[in-house]
């Protein structure tokens, strides 16, 4: 079976720190993955999406990116955090051609940028 | 372009007494359509999906949804609510576009049960 996994789960870092997170996916191939922020009472936006190795569509300009170095890690960076990046971040992977409709969600971490 | 709006923002019941978290949807093409739940501090959950296979679809834990082509509508439900139902509640419509599906989510309804 696949699981996704994400971390840290929580994290607290200062303004104008850099960031790094991670997500992880088993048990699967070639899946399309995502990055989704989640602000306090707020939907879900999405962030980026990769279709495969070093693909990283982008859905809104910001001060953060992502990466993909291997076929089931996804990486969401910034290099200077601003306090309106706080948020729930959420990974998510689904897989590929007709099954990519449905989307399959990491835990998901919680960042508090002070 | 594709859209769902999920009507209610808050919904309200009594443990035991039957739910209805409502949504409708737009979208140029035929989506598939789903619900998720997120419990506080987690993950998303995928509650139940429509592909078009059958207008009533059946989900995990007693919830169910109806599709309704001629009323954009795919709405929730449970005859019986249990207190762990107590959840945020997403409906999302996904199309083909690029290749991919690109899902378009709604901005949740929260579910709240009363003992």
């Not at chain 2, 739940?37 to 059946?58: D, E, F, I, R, W």
Request: glycine fraction near 8%.
């Amino acid at each position: 079976s696949q699981t996704i996994h994400q971390w840290p789960a929580t994290l607290v870092q200062p303004v104008g720190s850099p960031l790094s997170l991670e997500c992880t996916v088993e048990g699967t191939s070639n899946p399309n993955l995502y990055w989704y922020r989640q602000a306090a009472g707020r939907g879900l936006q999405l962030l980026f999406y990769s279709v495969g190795i070093g693909q990283i569509s982008s859905e809104v300009p910001q001060n953060l990116s992502a990466s993909r170095p291997q076929d089931r890690q996804f990486i969401l960076s910034s290099k200077k955090l601003l306090l309106s990046d706080s948020g729930f971040y959420l990974c998510a992977w689904s897989g590929q051609g007709t099954s990519t409709d449905t989307q399959y969600f990491g835990p998901g971490t919680r960042l508090t940028v002070l | 372009a594709q859209s769902v709006t999920q009507l209610d923002s808050h919904v309200s019941v009594s443990e035991g007494t039957p739910v209805l978290l409502r949504c409708n949807y737009s979208s140029s093409y035929s989506p598939s359509l789903f619900w998720y739940v997120q419990h506080p501090n987690k993950g998303l959950q995928l509650l139940l999906k429509y592909t078009s296979a059958a207008t009533l679809v059946k989900g995990i834990n007693g919830f169910e949804a109806e599709f309704k082509k001629s009323e954009t509508s795919f709405h929730l439900t449970k005859p019986s609510a249990h207190m762990s139902d107590a959840a945020e509640y997403f409906c999302v419509v996904s199309e083909l576009g690029g290749g991919s599906y690109i899902p378009t989510f709604g901005r949740g309804t929260s579910l709240i049960v009363h003992p």
